[in-house]
T-cell receptor, first 112, second 119 residues
Framework: KQEVTQIPAALSVPEGENLVLNCSFTDSAIYNLQWFRQDPGKGLTSLLLIQSSQREQTSGRLNASLDKSSGRSTLYIAASQPGDSATYLC???????????WGAGTKLIIKP | DVKVTQSSRYLVKRTGEKVFLECVQDMDHENMFWYRQDPGLGLRLIYF???????EKGDIPEGYSVSREKKERFSLILESASTNQTSMYLC??????????????????FGPGTRLTVL
């Protein structure tokens, strides 16, 4: 059974730093992996979707990588800003199961 | 922009009450989903629907039912609310995705959530 883990559960860094959020999964037979952002009182917003055949995706200051063999994905945020403060979740779609399996998220705080 | 709206942001109900949560999307998406989100557990799928009047159980359907009479609207019903159903409920929608893909292939668009408290 696929399990998705995000460590740490919370992270606080000063503004301007580059940072990496981690997502690990137990079954490497995945169809795609997505990163979402959740702001307090708001729903989730999709940030990046990586297909199983891809190694990375980039959007602005965000870069997501995927290493299926090791069961890991990272979300790199460059030059962090206070507006990046949010909870970041990853979700994996497997080849055999039909639905998304979600991590519990990493709560990120960027200190001005 | 895709817009997914949910009928209430906050809801307080009593044990045993019947509770209706409604979700509406304006992008003509075929697929709609209901999740609950609890601290430390991530999102768990309750039900999803890939077409009008069609529904499929997710991981935790017990105590819930759904209704999809129109394409844009997907309702979650708590038949008899219990305290362990206190949670954040999130609705989402998506397009059918790539040819050969299923309801979970493409990006899902989420509503703002309903925080339900059952006393």
């Amino acid at each position: 059974k696929q399990e998705v883990t995000q460590i740490p559960a919370a992270l606080s860094v000063p503004e301007g730093e580059n940072l990496v959020l981690n997502c690990s999964f137990t079954d490497s037979a995945i169809y795609n992996l997505q990163w979402f952002r959740q702001d307090p009182g708001k729903g989730l917003t999709s940030l990046l979707l990586i297909q199983s055949s891809q190694r990375e995706q980039t959007s602005g200051r965000l870069n997501a990588s995927l290493d299926k063999s090791s069961g890991r994905s990272t979300l790199y945020i460059a030059a962090s800003q206070p507006g990046d403060s949010a909870t970041y979740l990853c979700a994996v779609k497997g080849n055999s199961n039909y639905q998304l399996i979600w991590g519990a998220g990493t709560k990120l705080i960027i200190k001005p | 922009d895709v817009k997914v709206t949910q009928s209430s942001r906050y809801l307080v109900k009593r044990t045993g009450e019947k509770v209706f949560l409604e979700c509406v999307q304006d992008m003509d998406h075929e697929n709609m989903f209901w999740y609950r989100q609890d601290p430390g557990l991530g999102l768990r799928l309750i039900y999803f629907s890939y077409d009008v009047k069609m529904k499929e159980k997710g991981d935790i359907p017990e105590g819930y039912s759904v209704s999809r009479e129109k394409k844009e609207r997907f309702s979650l019903i708590l038949e008899s609310a219990s305290t362990n159903q206190t949670s954040m409920y999130l609705c989402a929608s998506s397009s059918p995705g790539l040819a050969g893909g299923d309801a979970f292939t493409d990006t899902q668009y989420f509503g703002p959530g309903t925080r339900l408290t059952v006393l």
